[in-house]
């Protein structure tokens, strides 16, 4: 009876910890947001019709179709997922989960936070990492037993690429010294970001009225069990909406570009937030 007493104890104890939020890799996410925060300092500025004017014609029509004119350009930007699809592998059934990224402007850093839940236990958590031009990926299965890490220059210039599509929501990134612009035609221009040796570009793709709502790149890596694989990998983004006077895509794809010439969607949200 004792040693019963003692495994339920122990199990209780367990359930108890998973169930609450936190974890050694939650609180290395918040230090690597702090540094980010401290290293970041953007001077004051606003999107004007100067400042906007190196820029393609249809990336100086979103600004404007979005609102985004005339408002302070923003340092940093924050993005909760509340309730995002992951899928873990190709044909797998998503899962829903908790998808959180920091992003900011005078570096280009960004942290995310993955947190996946089962009967309201935290199972799942990862961590994308891009500070200074480093980059990372890191899964904990349980809050303690980590399944894998991912570090290199395949994983950082993956992260760093990955920040052209995320400043479709916070935009002050397309005007950094860092980031160079090559007009293709009135729906397509390509941006290039160049940080710490590390080069990368991708196509912006532009509807009639102004929307951003596609951007492709051949310069990131997916990790094959350890393996890195360079393949085409797209974001998209559809059914813009007004928010706080600023328009923003309300569903955002992302996927890879198979071999075999299928499309692995891996992730997809229509239910986020933005803050700056």
Same mark, same amino acid.
């Given at each position: 009876?004792?040693?019963?007493?003692?495994?339920?104890? %122990? =199990?209780?104890?367990? *359930?108890?910890? &998973?169930?609450?939020?936190? $974890?050694?890799?939650?609180? !290395?996410?918040?230090?690597?947001?702090?540094?980010?925060?401290?290293?970041?300092?953007?001077?004051?500025?606003?999107?004007?019709?100067?400042?906007?004017?190196?820029?393609?014609?249809?990336?100086?029509?979103?600004?404007?179709?979005?609102?985004?004119?005339?408002?302070?350009?923003?340092?940093?930007?924050?993005?909760?997922?509340?309730?995002?699809?992951?899928?873990?592998?190709?044909?797998?059934?998503?899962?829903?989960?908790?998808?959180?990224?920091?992003?900011?402007?005078?570096?280009?850093?960004?942290?995310?936070?993955?947190?996946?839940?089962?009967?309201?236990?935290?199972?799942?958590?990862?961590?994308?990492?891009?500070?200074?031009?480093?980059?990372?990926?890191? %899964? =904990?299965?349980?809050? *303690?037993?980590? &399944?894998?890490?991912?570090? $290199?220059?395949?994983?950082? !210039?993956?992260?760093?690429?990955?920040?052209?599509?995320?400043?479709?929501?916070?935009?002050?990134?397309?005007?950094?010294?860092?980031?160079?612009?090559?007009?293709?035609?009135?729906?397509?221009?390509?941006?290039?970001?160049?940080?710490?040796?590390?080069?990368?570009?991708?196509?912006?793709?532009?509807?009639?009225?102004?929307?951003?709502?596609?951007?492709?790149?051949?310069?990131?890596?997916?990790?094959?069990?350890?393996?890195?694989?360079?393949?085409?990998?797209?974001?998209?983004?559809?059914?813009?909406?007004?928010?706080?006077?600023?328009?923003?895509?309300?569903?955002?794809?992302?996927?890879?570009?198979?071999?075999?010439?299928?499309?692995?969607?891996?992730?997809?949200?229509?239910?986020?937030?933005?803050?700056?």
């Amino acid at each position: 009876m004792n040693v019963l007493i003692i495994i339920l104890i %122990i =199990v209780g104890i367990a *359930l108890i910890y &998973l169930a609450l939020p936190g $974890g050694a890799l939650r609180r !290395q996410y918040r230090k690597d947001v702090a540094l980010s925060l401290n290293e970041n300092l953007l001077p004051s500025a606003s999107f004007t019709e100067e400042a906007v004017s190196g820029l393609p014609e249809p990336m100086q029509k979103y600004l404007s179709y979005c609102g985004y004119m005339g408002k302070p350009m923003m340092a940093h930007g924050y993005f909760d997922f509340r309730e995002a699809r992951l899928s873990i592998a190709q044909d797998q059934t998503p899962i829903t989960l908790r998808y959180e990224q920091y992003n900011f402007v005078a570096r280009p850093d960004r942290h995310a936070f993955i947190d996946g839940k089962l009967f309201g236990l935290h199972l799942i958590n990862g961590k994308d990492t891009l500070s200074d031009g480093k980059g990372s990926m890191t %899964i =904990v299965l349980a809050k *303690l037993l980590k &399944l894998g890490e991912t570090t $290199g220059p395949d994983m950082s !210039q993956s992260q760093l690429v990955s920040t052209l599509p995320d400043a479709v929501l916070m935009p002050s990134l397309f005007l950094q010294d860092y980031v160079e612009w090559t007009a293709i035609d009135d729906t397509h221009a390509e941006s290039t970001i160049t940080w710490n040796d590390i080069r990368c570009s991708g196509i912006f793709t532009f509807n009639n009225e102004g929307e951003i709502i596609r951007f492709d790149t051949n310069d990131r890596y997916q990790d094959n069990n350890g393996v890195s694989v360079n393949l085409p990998w797209t974001v998209e983004y559809g059914d813009y909406y007004e928010v706080d006077g600023l328009r923003r895509p309300g569903t955002v794809k992302i996927s890879w570009h198979m071999p075999d010439g299928s499309d692995y969607t891996y992730f997809e949200s229509s239910d986020y937030t933005v803050s700056y």
